[in-house]
């Protein structure tokens, strides 16, 4: 759809849901480096982290980041957007009864 075309209200409406888009990606991306530098016993530096990625890394800290936290950290995102795409997908199916007050009662 070419912008031209927009009223200013969905043009607006257009940006608001792009900075909405953006905001959360970027939270993503915040939560996944704060999830690498946290860890059990071992904590990497944010630097420590951002050497491993890029390939500066010991031996350690490459088994800490590839062959624990990374695979987590991967595996939690991927069911967290098949839990909401499920979820968008049985509302729409269901006619929002998922949604409804009277389930939240009930």
Known sequence: MNNS??????LKAKRKNFSILATLIVLIVITFVISMNTGGVIKLTPME???TLFGQGDAQQQL???EFRLPRIVIAVLVGMGVSYFRRY?????????SRPRNLRD
């Open 49 to 51: 982290v951002l050497r």
């Open 5 to 10: 075309y927009l009223t200013p209200s969905q």
């Open 90 to 98: 049985f509302t729409g199916h269901f006619q929002k009864c998922f």
């Open 64 to 66: 800490i980041l590839y």
